[in-house]
């Protein structure tokens, strides 16, 4: 059984920091890109940021580039995404993502996401 879950989220000031965590299990981690995604109010959802099965290569929307890192350790199955500089326009519920990737995962695959909330 597939299970993402995500930590991490919580209040933060603007200009400040955080770190999101996804811990994935139940799939060949170590085959599979990963990928998160964000939803504000009202908003669709968005990719942030994908990082390749062996975190050789990453992409990120250009709201995120230069202040956001994902990163990942496939010897722990988790996935992570270092936000800096937060912006109020960052507050959203965060999202990990496993996309369809056969023969490893056949269909995308989601946490139950965390709140962001940039505030001052």
């Known amino acids: 059984q597939v299970q993402l879950v995500e930590s991490g989220g919580g209040l933060v000031q603007p200009g400040g920091s955080l770190t999101l965590s996804c811990a994935a299990s139940?799939?060949?981690?170590?085959?599979?890109?990963m990928r998160w995604y964000r939803q504000a109010p009202g908003k669709e959802r968005e990719l942030v940021a994908d990082i390749t099965s062996d975190g050789g290569s990453t992409t990120y929307a250009d709201s995120a580039k230069g202040r956001f890192t994902i990163s990942r350790d496939n010897a722990k199955n988790t996935v992570l995404l270092q936000m800096n500089s937060l912006k109020l326009e960052d507050t959203a519920v965060y999202y990990c993502n496993a996309p369809r990737e056969r023969p490893w995962t056949f269909r995308d695959y989601w946490g139950q996401g965390t709140q962001v909330t940039v505030s001052s």
């Open positions: 139940g799939f060949r981690f170590s085959k599979v890109a």
